[in-house]
């Protein structure tokens, strides 16, 4: 009996070293070729996407198609710079408006605006179209629609002049007659003498600062449909208020301005001395100026305090960057200029709604 166990689990035994080597081991080499197969197959098989991706797609395109043409349309038209002439336009407006004994809040200061900011986007087009190769040199400017080509030369030319003669057509209809012509001739002084003098001689921020203070004017003729005194101390307001500005915006980019071809002040001078005098002379002239609204019955004591603090605070930045006689290129006079550059921009549009919000009715 024992011998009959041991007979049968040797014959197991052998019968099991017969399988093994029956089914040979797989062979590392094989097995890497077998997967690299399968994938190739799996590349080759079309892929299955859900109906949910497919329908997305096209949307997702169009909406950044979209995206980027309203973003090239705002570089174009400079968003920001026609933000604030219709912001000074609505107080030109609002005065005028007060003067008349008429609502300031109606269908012809929708009217006034919509037409003021048609032509500052239309002639901000039009400029970009004259100045796409001095934009092309300048790294500040370089990235716009027409320097890289992402918009055409005609495009651009035909959205400006639409904008431009549609929106001065609309305010001759749509406000009064003489507030279209004041808007088309300021868009004309614009390119037809400030934006070919800006190669030619620093003057042009002179010259540049008659068309740039026309906004409240023109605000102020589309409610009353004349000129008056209070025309003219917006336009001294914002005329004296350019320089600074835009002196600080010259100093800051003086390298870029150079490449450009661009001479301004701060461009043609080695050391800056004369500019910041000007912006010291300027933001000091301003403090007065900033009070006639007070003086004519336009605003009251409360406004008279704050243009003046204002007016203080703008003088103080102007002189620290006097005062630095660091050369222009310096890092320290840059951030000072960028300094002057920030309280200017700040400085207008408090000085305008202390204006509106401590305003005197006639």
């Known amino acids: 009996m024992q011998s009959l166990g041991w007979s049968c689990g040797s014959t197991l035994l052998a019968r099991l070293k017969k399988l093994k080597t029956a ?34 797609q096209p949307l997702f395109l169009l909406r950044r198609r979209a995206t980027s043409f309203l973003r090239d349309y705002a570089e174009l038209m400079k968003a920001r710079v026609t933000t604030l002439i219709v912001i000074t336009a609505w107080c030109g407006y609002y005065f005028g408006a007060q003067k008349a004994g008429v609502s300031s809040l109606s269908w012809g200061l929708f009217h006034a605006l919509l037409g003021i900011g048609l032509v500052s986007s239309g002639t901000a087009g039009l400029n970009e179209v004259m100045e796409y190769k001095v934009d092309g040199n300048m790294r500040r400017t370089a990235q716009r629609p027409l320097p890289t080509g992402r918009m055409s030369l005609l495009h ?78 917006l336009f001294a307001i914002l005329f004296v ?25 701060p461009v043609v001078e080695e050391d800056g001395r004369s500019t910041a005098r000007r912006i010291v002379a300027y933001s000091l002239i301003l403090i007065p100026l900033s009070v006639l609204p007070s003086v004519f019955g336009m605003a009251g004591k409360i406004y008279m305090v704050g243009a003046i603090v204002l007016g203080i605070a703008l003088f103080y930045f102007g002189a620290r960057l006097a005062f630095l006689k660091l050369p222009l290129n310096s890092p320290r006079s840059k951030m000072f200029a960028r300094h002057v550059l920030q309280a200017t921009v700040i400085y207008l549009p408090l000085l305008f709604a202390l204006m509106m919000s401590d305003s005197l009715k006639p």
Not at 34 to 43: G, H, L, W
């Open 23 to 56: 089914v040979p081991h797989p062979d590392p080499e094989s097995l890497r070729w077998k997967s690299v197969e399968s994938a190739r197959i799996a590349v080759r098989q079309p892929h299955h996407e859900s109906p949910m991706s497919t329908m997305t």
């Open 156 to 233: 651009a030319t035909i959205a400006g002049l639409v904008a431009t003669l549609g929106g001065s057509l609309y305010l001759a209809v749509f406000t009064n007659p003489l507030t279209g012509l004041l808007t088309f001739l300021t868009s004309a002084v614009y390119l037809a003498a400030y934006t070919p003098l800006k190669r030619v001689s620093p003057i042009c921020t002179f010259v540049g600062a008659f068309p740039g203070a026309m906004p409240g004017v023109l605000g102020w003729t589309a409610a009353r449909g004349q000129l008056e005194w209070g025309t003219l101390i």
């Open 241 to 265: 208020w350019q320089f600074p500005h835009f002196f600080s915006i010259a100093w800051l980019y003086r390298e870029d301005y150079a490449a450009g071809g661009i001479r301004m002040l």
